[in-house]
Nanobody, 124 residues
Framework: QVQLVESGGGLVQAGGSLRLSCAAS????????MGWFRQAPGKEREFVVG????????SYGDSVEGRFTISRDNAKNTVYLQMNSLKPEDTAVYYC?????????????????WGQGTQVTVSS
């Protein structure tokens, strides 16, 4: 199975940018759908974005489309989340997840493997 470790979180002002990384080990992510989720205090964990393994098809949550970009570097076994134009409502713990499905999925229970999360805080 695959182990995932996120990094790159921190405190940023509204309008700023951050890039999160998700380093995988144990297996190559080459044939995994990779996703990012986030969970704000008192809220459900929500889908942010996912990328397929077959053709790099991307699927974005409505609240981040146009601001966030997911990418993958299979050679480095790493997935990235570039977050631009950050808003205070983007404040959450961000989780990387992996699935051996064929297409990008948006439900958290469809991803068997998870990282421990990284905190992103956006100040107004």
């Amino acid at each position: 199975q695959v182990q995932l470790v996120e990094s790159g979180g921190g405190l940023v002002q509204a309008g700023g940018s951050l890039r999160l990384s998700c380093a995988a080990s144990g297996r190559s992510i080459r044939r995994y759908v990779m996703g990012w989720f986030r969970q704000a205090p008192g809220k459900e964990r929500e889908f942010v974005v996912g990328i397929s393994w077959s053709d790099d098809t991307r699927s974005y949550g409505d609240s981040v489309e146009g601001r966030f970009t997911i990418s993958r570097d299979n050679a480095k076994n790493t997935v990235y989340l570039q977050m631009n134009s950050l808003k205070p409502e983007d404040t959450a713990v961000y989780y990387c997840a992996a699935s051996n499905s064929l297409v990008v999925l948006t439900r958290r229970d469809e991803y068997p493997w998870w990282g421990q999360g990284t905190q992103v805080t956006v100040s107004s």
